[in-house]
């Protein structure tokens, strides 16, 4: 075989401009214009195009059926799918209702708004979500961001209707930016948030999140309203100098351990899953009953007190669009939207694969945003997918969205039911269970295998889990972002010129660190430019890097020092086969490189251009300047040439 | 010689794994730490590295030799080279001195500042500099940022002395900056400002320049202290109803006029380069005689009036390291720091060119630097190569930066004497100096240029143009980045992943738009990524794109319509040849697709994965799950292994 390949080299070199057809007969690349004028046809206009060959009365119907999934599914469904929905809804609302509150109370809200937050949205998300086991409602880690950032422009203490109107003023601009994002495409923008970011993110906010309920736990009056680590400690700390009631904590670490028990008896044995479901309300309940028989708040144990019962009120006349803090405001908007729409396209996506079927980035945001929007008026702050509740009714077996109807309706009811029985709910247990759905934030085995794969990704993980640890929850996502984007600009500044050799015995040219056993050929010098864009960042340093290789090779630095000086360089091959682009500096640099080359009577040979650069090449007459006959269609075309070139110039000597 | 490359594929196939012994026997790439050791060897230990084989005493010779490049050529200076110097210098300072005293009142300081600004710096440049033509000392450009900067933070009328302040230490922070940035080998920031970006903002700069010279061409006394044309031109309209002496246009345009004339002579005959170098200096003294004459300045004419005579006197103690807006003045410094390199070395570089040697930016940087501090300590203001004289020196045929320290001690001469003379030089004059040496900033040619190679080089262009004209020289400059950098990060978050084809009769595969001849293989599918990363940003995006052109061909909308359904897709070969690295996410991706393909029946291949991709591939255990029979070492071994498994399993049925 061997010996056949390089007959064939050896043949096929003769026949004049053997591949160079094929770089003449090449069509003009479309202009930045035409690109986007494309791009636009297919992003934005594709579902006009498609629904132009339907009827009108169906295009109607058709794109109803899009934005509203209910009208795919809601044909097909059936009472034995509702029966497992209800189950699934039930138990869904038994860890809903306890979360609900304990979450509102993270967000620096009455108890109230976090069940209102788990009946409005779930309600719209049903009518416009694709995910079949998705359970919408409020979550530890956004209510988190909402406190800690809107405590910065209000303090919920002294102002609690100014502090709610920020919230939902708030909420109004995640919506708004979710349904943004999904009306325009905009999905990509979930992926700055990289993965190890997330891991990263969300184990520093539940540490923060969990050291937050040692005021509940220890039944705390002052406390801080920061969040990081240092803060939030020293704040513990004195406040443990003042007289403080064990009761609480008693209460408060009994039933965690009650929950976590729970919990781990689910894990055994799978079909208990109901058993950790059911744990948190199990736990209130009781908690409940002991205090109000005991009489246990006359001693110091903390209690929630007044619940407003009845449904959601409406709260138009609470957004507020001419604040001071309107900017400030929508900034929360967006970073809570960002978050909570990952948290959840992350949560649907996994789910969704579990049972074979792909989820539509740009739909869920749609139906996300509809859902926070909606919330915003009917007194909900920002709801998403729940991690913990997802898998639940997951387990619970829920067939459809219906489950999460099923909840928001029991919701509803116990909301005038239930709120009345809620006062005597000892605020320790809400502590406990908010404690006890933490772990599942913190993902060591992930971190671990981010650690085994990638170090840079691990450095991003740890700068935003410290960030939020440290600085506050901002930083640490700014930081995350901050060093992912640093990666990627350095790498287009600062990208790879790489020596190739030939692997012996083909036609195949790599990178001699890759392959040490490629040879190189005398008096040629092959380089290869890893960037996708020769441009005004990084032309110099890739000219520059190119002169060195060359110098170096001629000062017979190069390892082989029985080249040095004997032979001179004669041909240098540029492989662009990775060159997509090329801006005014990139031609310069490329003219220079001719230039230079030309005064130590080098030759500079230009291999695998692609269509763009080719192109340009031709627009900036640099093709005349290298002469055409010095382009090629591969390096092996190149090398065998000037090999033979050099032959046939000996045989003539 | 077709048969035979085909017999050879035909032949080459049935050998059991032909290649991937390459790919086996591949050492381990060098991790990051190892790569960040090499970095920090090789750029900033260099120096030191090459010094270790010499003799010590020769080690700080030497050294003393790289930072003062006088120590080399000093030792051959000949006394016909300072024959050439003395008439180079001597014409340079004619030029120099008007200019500086204008440039000084562009910069809103007194006109001996600009004059001492030509003494200092020039002196420090030519013990350090490299350039043999450069001629520095203040310019247009430079004067223009420094006055609209600083006057943001003091009103130069008010409180001139703290103006000055700020001026001296804003061109210390300067010197510091740029000193820095060359002895970290921090050259490649002065690439972000791309030579588009350059144009544009020069040509603004030098019509907001020209408008300022208004005020002093028509005599105003009231005037704004903004830069952008909006203010300024209505600036001029509300002066010209005020009573205005329409001597100081006269003057001023009379003499803008003879000078323009004497640039055109000098262009017409190269040997006359002499007379438009001196016609600022024969205006300057005309002017002056004619108002001292007619005492025009009874009538009107405004005029220069005190000028403090004496060399450059110590500014140590008025730089302000504790004052309330030291961020924003360290930030004019650094901007500044920018301009000023990228003006000088843009300059520097073409004339070396010219004369054949190549600069070091590094040195250059560390130059300018020393020169701008020592300039800050001696009551100067921002220095730099100015385009203008430079080219003036070129044509008076200096042989070294020799006819800078004749220019810099003619000035100083000037400044004892020339002085009291300059009392009644009208300000006039000053204006239409600084107005003809405008044109030369403006590159219509350069523009135009830019407009065929690159239209997005020229919208960056047009940005920092209309951004300087409009609104500030800062916002101007933040734009061209801005749209430079968006250009990188876009062309990094949506590469483009390209359908491959065999160009027939060869071993090559190319992109079916650039080789619309080339064929695709039934069944199979090969893909190209063209992004030097596959990461975070990009990861989701690129899984996407891959499975959407699957799906297109599985519905044969691919143009093809005889491959409907009758032939589904088996093969998807992914070209890795250009992708330099994954991180987490793009491993995740590629186990995505994987496993989305492997649901669908279908085969993911890979194809030249390069170093570190094969390597994490391995790590991440994804080289099992696709199995390694399934990574190849080019695309045309992939497919022809499918081709022959498909023939054969063909021929079994």
Redesign the interface.
């Known amino acids: ?1 061997s010996i ?2 390089q ?2 080299q050896a ?2 070199a003769p ?1 004049e401009e ?2 160079s057809q ?1 770089l003449i ?3 003009e ?1 479309p ?2 214009w035409q690109e986007f004028v494309g791009y636009i046809r297919t992003n934005v206009l594709s579902k006009k195009r498609n629904k132009m060959k339907k009827k009108p009365s169906n295009q109607v119907y058709s794109y109803l059926k899009s934005v509203f999934p209910i009208l795919i599914w809601g044909r097909q469904y059936k009472l034995n799918m509702f029966k497992k929905d209800l189950m699934a809804g039930l138990t869904l609302a038994s860890l809903c209702i306890p979360q609900s509150i304990g979450y509102a109370n993270l967000a620096g809200l009455d108890p109230e708004y976090g069940l209102y937050t788990s009946v409005v949205p779930p309600l719209i998300y049903s009518m416009m979500g694709s995910s079949r086991e998705l359970a919408i409602g409020p979550v530890a880690v956004v209510s988190l961001l909402l406190s800690s950032m809107v405590s910065d422009l209000q303090d919920p203490v002294t102002d609690p209707i100014a502090y709610r109107k920020i919230v939902f003023t708030a909420t109004f601009f995640a919506g708004a930016f979710q349904a943004i994002f999904g009306l325009f495409r905009l999905g ?1 923008l979930m ?7 997330l891991v990263g993110f969300m184990a520093g906010a539940a540490i923060v999140i969990g050291l937050q309920q040692l005021k509940g736990l220890f039944g705390l009056s002052h406390f801080t309203s920061k969040t990081d680590v240092v803060s939030v400690l020293s704040s513990v700390f004195h406040s443990l100098h003042h007289p403080w009631q064990p009761l609480n904590f008693v209460i408060g670490s009994s039933f965690l351990i009650f929950i976590l028990l729970a919990r781990f008896l689910g894990k055994r044995n799978k079909k208990l899953f109901w058993i950790p479901a059911m744990a948190p309300l199990i736990s209130v309940i009781l908690a409940t009953l002991i205090v109000y028989l005991t009489n246990a708040e006359t001693r110091g144990v903390k209690i929630v007190k007044n619940i407003k019962p009845g449904f959601n009120r409406p709260s138009v006349n609470q957004l507020e669009f001419n604040g001071p803090h309107l900017g400030q405001v929508a900034k929360i908007g967006i970073i809570c939207a960002i978050i909570a729409l990952t948290e959840a396209i992350a949560v649907g996506r996994s789910f969704a694969t579990i049972k ?1 079927y792909r989820l539509d980035g740009n739909k869920e945001m749609m139906a996300m945003g509809f859902s926070n929007i909606a919330g915003s008026l009917t007194s909900c702050y920002v709801a998403t997918g729940s991690f913990s509740r997802t898998a639940v009714n997951f387990s619970a077996g829920c067939e459809t969205v219906v489950s999460n109807i099923v909840m928001a309706i029991t919701v509803m009811v116990s909301l005038e039911v239930l709120t009345r029985f809620l006062y005597f709910t000892p605020t320790a247990i809400l502590a406990s269970i908010i404690l006890s759905a933490l772990p599942g934030l913190i993902d060591i085995s992930g971190a671990l ?2 650690w ?6 691990f450095l991003i993980l740890v700068a935003a889990f410290l960030g939020v640890l440290f600085a506050s929850v901002e930083i640490g996502l700014l930081l995350a972002v901050g060093i ?2 640093t ?3 350095l ?3 600062r ?2 010129v790489e020596a190739l050799g030939r ?1 012996s015995k ?3 040219f ?2 001699i ?5 490629a040879t190189k050929t005398q008096g040629l010098l092959t380089l290869r430019i ?4 020769l ?7 890739i000219r520059d890097r190119i002169l060195n290789s060359i110098q170096k090779v001629e000062e017979g630095e190069d390892d082989e020092q029985e080249v040095k000086r004997a032979k001179v360089l004669q041909v240098v091959i540029l492989d662009m ?2 060159v ?6 990139g ?2 640099a490329l003219e220079e490189l001719h230039q230079e080359l030309a ?1 130590n009577d080098t030759q500079l040979v230009i291999a695998s251009p ?2 763009r650069v080719f192109h ?1 090449l031709k ?2 007459k640099l093709e005349e300047k290298v002469k055409k006959e010095n382009i090629f ?2 390096v092996g075309e190149a090398v065998d040439f000037y090999v033979r070139a050099r032959t046939t110039s000996h045989d003539m000597c």
């Open positions: 075989m056949e390949m007959s064939h043949e096929a026949a053997p591949l094929w007969n090449m069509p690349p202009t930045m990509f992926d700055f948030l990289s993965h190890a970011a074979g295998h981010i085994k794969l990638d170090k840079l990704d992912s984007f990666r990627i600009i790498s287009s500044i990208p790879t692997l083909t036609d195949i790599g990178d660190n890759q392959y040490p056993m890893s960037s996708p864009l441009c005004f960042a990084n032309a110099n340093f086969s990775c997509m682009g090329l801006d005014t500096s031609v310069v005064s692609r269509w340009k627009r900036a269609m591969t």
